[in-house]
């Protein structure tokens, strides 16, 4: 069997695993839950705008900044269920199967340690950032056909949440290579809060216009690159949009909208190849 035929086998593996364990009806039952509350919110939120500003002060745009505000509450539910996602598909896949019994069979030529690794990996990303773009998608339907409003940018956002569930994925990898299942989950949505709560402070310190803890934030956020595609993504939503409304719009519901060049994308990408690569050469010392 070559290489990339193994890999396919352990990525079908993981599949078949995740169904037998109901992670993906749990993770529909969720979705739908979200789906449903979010229509219904939109649809509330879009008919009692006009009360919120007056037709006749030209103040605020209210669609704009009704949409813009809905929307980036789903960016974060989407940011939240993609992780939550990656981090059970990724959950005990190496320490746990391990003592398990289940890899010791398996490591051997021509599949190998590393190749079981990158494949797990692999199998969680794909699912996971398919399932965020997906959700993303209807999210972006609902607020269309509801509240007749869609954001500036589409396709980056959708980009951004995508590859920031893979970055999740890759850091809950690297987690199942020292920790066990149960260790693993906590310190890994651990983690994921600590994103937010940089992002937070971040933006915390730009309203407070204190350069050092801004500073501060951005790093932490950089070290934990999801939070950072997160906030590009909301800025995104609304860098087209002028005035009060643009201004008011610029604190997202979980971390501030910033925007971010290339750079950062390049960097999530190097961060999630580096963070495999320490968990296939974590795994690959490890004794069985």
Same mark, same amino acid.
């Given at each position: 069997?070559?290489?990339?035929?193994?890999?396919?086998?352990?990525?079908?593996?993981?599949?078949?695993?995740?169904?037998?364990?109901?992670?993906?009806?749990?993770?529909?039952?969720?979705?739908?839950?979200?789906? /449903?509350?979010?229509?219904?919110?939109?649809? #509330?939120?879009?008919?009692?705008?006009?009360?919120?500003?007056?037709?006749?002060?030209?103040?605020? %745009?209210?669609? +704009?900044?009704?949409?813009?505000?809905?929307?980036?509450?789903?960016? #974060?539910?989407?940011? #939240?269920?993609?992780?939550?996602?990656?981090?059970?598909?990724?959950?005990?896949?190496?320490?746990? %199967?391990?003592?398990?019994?289940?890899?010791?069979?398996?490591?051997?030529?021509?599949?190998?340690?590393?190749?079981?690794?990158?494949?797990?990996?692999?199998? /969680?990303?794909?699912?996971?950032? &398919?399932?965020?773009?997906?959700?993303?998608?209807?999210?972006?339907?609902?607020?269309?056909?509801?509240?007749?409003?869609?954001?500036?940018?589409?396709?980056?956002? +959708?980009?951004?949440?995508?590859?920031?569930?893979?970055?999740?994925? &890759?850091?809950?990898?690297? &987690?199942?290579?020292?920790?066990?299942?149960?260790?693993?989950?906590?310190?890994?949505?651990?983690?994921?809060?600590?994103?937010?709560?940089?992002?937070?402070?971040?933006?915390?310190?730009?309203?407070?216009?204190?350069?050092?803890?801004?500073?501060?934030?951005?790093? /932490?956020?950089?070290?934990?690159?999801? %939070?950072?595609?997160?906030?590009?993504?909301?800025?995104?939503?609304?860098?087209?949009?002028?005035?009060?409304?643009?201004?008011?719009?610029?604190?997202?519901? #979980?971390?501030?909208?910033?925007?971010?060049?290339?750079?950062?994308?390049?960097?999530?990408?190097?961060?999630?190849?580096?963070?495999?690569?320490?968990?296939?050469?974590?795994?690959?010392?490890? %004794?069985?």
């Amino acid at each position: 069997m070559t290489g990339a035929g193994a890999a396919l086998v352990i990525v079908g593996y993981a599949l078949r695993e995740s169904l037998r364990r109901r992670v993906f009806l749990v993770v529909l039952v969720l979705t739908v839950g979200f789906l /449903a509350l979010y229509g219904l919110g939109t649809y #509330f939120a879009f008919r009692d705008v006009e009360s919120f500003v007056p037709p006749d002060k030209n103040i605020l %745009d209210p669609k +704009a900044f009704t949409g813009a505000t809905v929307f980036g509450l789903a960016m #974060f539910a989407v940011l #939240f269920l993609g992780s939550v996602v990656a981090i059970f598909l990724t959950l005990g896949v190496v320490r746990g %199967d391990a003592e398990a019994g289940l890899l010791q069979p398996i490591v051997v030529r021509p599949i190998g340690r590393r190749t079981i690794v990158l494949a797990r990996l692999a199998g /969680a990303a794909v699912v996971s950032a &398919a399932y965020a773009l997906v959700v993303y998608g209807l999210a972006l339907a609902i607020t269309a056909a509801v509240g007749g409003w869609t954001p500036d940018h589409v396709v980056g956002p +959708a980009l951004g949440l995508a590859l920031a569930v893979v970055t999740v994925a &890759a850091i809950s990898l690297f &987690a199942s290579v020292f920790m066990s299942a149960t260790a693993q989950g906590i310190a890994v949505f651990m983690v994921f809060g600590t994103g937010l709560t940089a992002g937070l402070l971040s933006q915390i310190g730009r309203a407070l216009d204190s350069g050092s803890l801004h500073t501060i934030g951005r790093v /932490a956020t950089w070290l934990l690159p999801f %939070d950072g595609l997160y906030q590009a993504g909301l800025h995104a939503l609304i860098s087209s949009t002028g005035g009060l409304t643009g201004v008011a719009l610029q604190l997202g519901p #979980f971390g501030g909208a910033e925007g971010a060049g290339p750079l950062l994308v390049l960097w999530a990408i190097a961060y999630t190849a580096l963070v495999a690569g320490g968990a296939a050469l974590a795994f690959s010392r490890r %004794d069985l």
